[in-house]
Structures are given as C-alpha cells and as structure tokens.
C-alpha cells in the first residue's frame, strides 16, 4: 500500500504562481509512476500531469505550457510548479500513483485546494 499525502494549496491572485508537493510512503513499487488530477465544482476530475521513475513528464492540454512536474526519488516527492494561473485552475488537486505507465491509478491523496482568484 503507499500513502501520498499533498501540501502546498491555497489562494493566488490570477497570473501568480504556486508549487504542490506530494510525499508518498509505504510499500512503494520500484517503478511508482506519480502524478496530479483535480476537480473543479460540478465538473469531472481531470488528468493534470504525470511523471515516470525515469522523469519523462506528460501533461493535460489546459496546463501545458504553464504547469511543470517533476519528482526527487530519494525523497519519494513529486511536485507540480503552477504559472500563470488562471481562476479556471481552481479546482482541488489530487496526487495519483500507479505501480506502471499502464493501468488504473492506484492510489490517491486526499486533496489539496487551489483557488485562483482576485
């Protein structure tokens, strides 16, 4: 079982930045692939990026361009650096993880909130 446990959420005004990180512990498989979801109010939630053990990131088309994954193995941290944010972005996000690039996302955290606003 692995634990992921978000931090780094809160209020931007539009155009500002904020970084999420994301901690996982427990049994954690050699090849853990990690990533970041949200959901916004009365929508469904939505891929947002991931990141490969060997750091190969893939995004969401609404984030490219402004939203950068990355990951510190050693400290089994994954982070999402968010610019230009736009009070579209609010949403709560969510840290994933899955055992291989293929599959169903195993695991989630609990959620972190993000709103975007002036």
């Known amino acids: 079982q692995v634990q992921l446990v978000e931090s780094g959420g809160g209020l931007v005004q539009p155009g500002g930045s904020l970084r999420l990180s994301c901690a996982a512990s427990g049994s954690i498989p050699s090849s853990l692939v990690m990533g970041w979801h949200r959901q916004a109010p009365g929508k469904q939630r939505e891929f947002v990026a991931l990141i490969t053990i060997s750091n190969l990131p893939t995004y969401g088309d609404s984030v490219k361009g402004r939203f950068t994954i990355s990951r510190d193995n050693a400290k089994n941290t994954v982070y999402l650096q968010m610019n230009s944010l736009e009070p579209e972005d609010t949403a709560v996000y969510y840290c994933?993880?899955?055992?291989?690039?293929?599959?169903?996302?195993?695991?989630w955290g609990q959620g972190t909130q993000v709103t975007v606003s002036s």
């Open positions: 994933s993880a899955k055992p291989r690039i293929l599959g169903p996302w195993s695991y």
